[in-house]
């Protein structure tokens, strides 16, 4: 084996090994939204926006950079815990040269979320049971949450649309009273 050859493999088992023990210690794989869970969120998004997106766990960043077409004078903020992914977000940040997009590799629990305009996120029932906490102590009223397939407990939606996929996936909208 060349030595070139032994170094892909080794990089390889790196990354491959970095997003498993991400995996395993945010709770959730950085699979991204499919296509259609994508374009429904966008559907349920308002017309305008006039002050910060946050997308939670904003994974290889697709789903940020697509909201930030559709609202491009908003500050768009990802925050994202798993570093392959993030690497990944940022290279298509460079490529796109989108500037209303910022990526940051943080936990969004430790975050202040107060002044977002609206929440996106994909995540899972342990992750949004405490953001059912959070974004109700920090939202201010008429904030907009839109999540794909997971409910924030507690909280009623105010639309919820079915996907025609495998899973008949829900989209949430959530707007804070
Ligand atoms: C299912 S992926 C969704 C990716 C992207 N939002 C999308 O919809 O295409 C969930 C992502 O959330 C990230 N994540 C989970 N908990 C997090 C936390 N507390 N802070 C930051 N990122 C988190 C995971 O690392 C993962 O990349």
Same mark, same amino acid.
């Given at each position: 084996?060349?030595? /070139?050859?032994?170094?892909?493999?080794?990089?390889?088992? +790196?990354?491959?090994? %970095?997003?498993? !023990?991400? #995996?395993? *210690?945010?709770?959730?794989s950085?699979?991204?939204?499919? *296509? =259609?869970?994508? =374009?429904a $969120?966008?559907?349920? $998004? @308002?017309?305008s926006i006039?002050? @910060? &997106?946050?997308?939670?766990?904003?994974?290889w960043?697709?789903?940020a950079?697509?909201v930030s077409? =559709?609202?491009n004078? &908003?500050?768009?903020?990802?925050?994202? $815990?798993?570093v392959? @992914? /993030?690497?990944?977000?940022r +290279?298509?940040l460079?490529v796109?040269?989108?500037?209303?997009?910022t990526?940051?590799?943080a936990?969004f *629990?430790?975050?202040? %979320?107060?002044?977002?305009?609206?929440? &996106?996120?994909?995540l899972?029932?342990?992750?949004m #049971?405490?953001?059912?906490?959070?974004l =109700?102590?920090?939202?201010?009223?008429?904030? !907009?949450i839109?999540s794909?397939t997971?409910?924030?407990p507690?909280?009623? @939606?105010?639309?919820?649309?079915?996907?025609?996929?495998m899973?008949?996936s829900?989209i949430?909208?959530?707007?804070?009273?």
């Open positions: 084996m060349a030595i /070139w050859e032994i170094s892909v493999f080794f990089a390889g088992l +790196l990354i491959v090994g %970095l997003i498993l !023990v991400d #995996t395993l *210690r945010s709770g959730i950085p699979m991204p939204s499919s *296509r =259609k869970a994508q =374009k $969120m966008l559907s349920l $998004m @308002p017309e006039n002050g @910060p &997106v946050y997308e939670l766990g904003s994974g960043g697709q789903l950079l697509a077409h =559709k609202f004078s &908003v500050p768009v903020i990802g925050y994202e $815990m798993a392959v @992914p /993030w690497c990944i977000s +290279l298509w460079f796109s040269r989108n500037s209303n997009v990526f940051r590799r936990d *629990r430790h975050r202040e %979320l107060g002044d977002a305009q609206m929440i &996106v996120c994909y899972f029932p342990g992750a #049971t405490h953001l059912a906490q959070q =109700k102590q920090e939202l201010q009223p008429g904030s !907009v839109i794909n997971f409910r924030l507690g909280w009623e @939606p105010e639309k919820v649309l079915e996907l025609d996929d899973h008949r829900q949430y909208r959530y707007i804070v009273q």
